[in-house]
């Protein structure tokens, strides 16, 4: 679920859309809609998601091909035509993100008030690894609160987060530690509010319950569009939202935005699903 995106191979085709590309909608189709049936489907049932949800036939074909190429799908012959299979790789990566977007199984447990502090200085020279590094941290919960330390309340995360630096080779360069604050320097709430601008991610909260909670009810090819738009947002949320535990955030209303936001996924998945089976050949 950690994948980067890769806005360069649409945007020169690319509508409007509310996806960020052409790959962050194909992973999400993948995860929802593919991976679920364990059977391969065709190039056209591809193309007719993503150029569902607003982009262009060339710019889905390049994402397409770019998820055979790193290995995220596998291509097999059907006749003239090429069918798509999740490779295990994949399946383990959607397997590894279920908890993380959807935190439900972690509701309630207990904070024992040890953090895990990250200090790893990357020169600005190394932009590919900053960015890398960064987008990584980020998705395992880590905040920023000031150039080179990086923290969370989420101590289980050190492996995950071990490998992505050894993965990029920063290990030489980087101290770690597990502790409790201490009285010297700044308080913890003010820790919380330099590592997360928490006011833009309730913002953006307030903005996916605008744009998705609505009462309308959708089918066929409306249906599988919506569906696939609230797949992607929810995947994204990790990103944004470092879900704290309650003792740093007690009322955080971004929680009840995603409890809901699931529930409308629950409600509205079985249209998405049943257009989807019919358009995949797979009912």
């Not at 074909?61 to 790789?89: F, M």
């Amino acid at each position: 679920m950690s994948l980067m995106t890769d806005r360069a191979a649409e945007s020169a085709e690319r509508p409007a859309t509310s996806i960020g590309s052409a790959r962050s909608a194909l992973i999400s189709i993948l995860g929802e809609l593919v991976a679920p049936y364990r059977q391969p489907v065709h190039t056209a049932a591809l193309l007719y998601a993503l150029t569902g949800v607003g982009f262009g036939e060339s710019a889905s074909r390049q994402a397409i091909a770019r998820a055979g190429a790193s290995g995220l799908i596998s291509a097999e012959r059907d006749g003239r035509e090429t069918k798509w299979a999740v490779t295990e790789r994949t399946y383990e990566i959607f397997r590894e993100g279920v908890n993380r977007v959807f935190p439900d199984a972690s509701a309630g447990r207990r904070w024992d008030g040890k953090w895990l502090v990250i200090i790893v200085p990357i020169p600005e020279s190394h932009r590919a690894t900053r960015k890398k590094l960064y987008a990584a941290l980020r998705w395992a919960g880590f905040g920023n609160p000031s150039a080179g330390i990086w923290v969370t309340p989420h101590v289980e995360r050190l492996p995950e987060a071990q490998a992505a630096i050894e993965s990029l080779g920063l290990s030489t360069n980087t101290i770690s530690f597990i502790g409790s604050t201490a009285t010297i320097g700044i308080p913890e709430a003010e820790l919380v509010e330099r590592s997360w601008d928490l006011e833009k991610v309730s913002a953006a909260y307030d903005e996916l319950r605008e744009r998705f909670d609505h009462p309308e009810q959708l089918a066929g090819k409306d249906a599988l569009v919506a569906h696939i738009e609230l797949i992607d947002a929810l995947r994204h949320t990790p990103y944004m939202d470092p879900q704290l535990p309650q003792e740093l955030l007690p009322d955080w209303p971004g929680l009840t935005v995603v409890h809901r936001l699931q529930a409308l996924r629950a409600e509205r998945a079985p249209a998405a699903h049943a257009h989807w089976l019919t358009i995949a050949r797979l009912d």
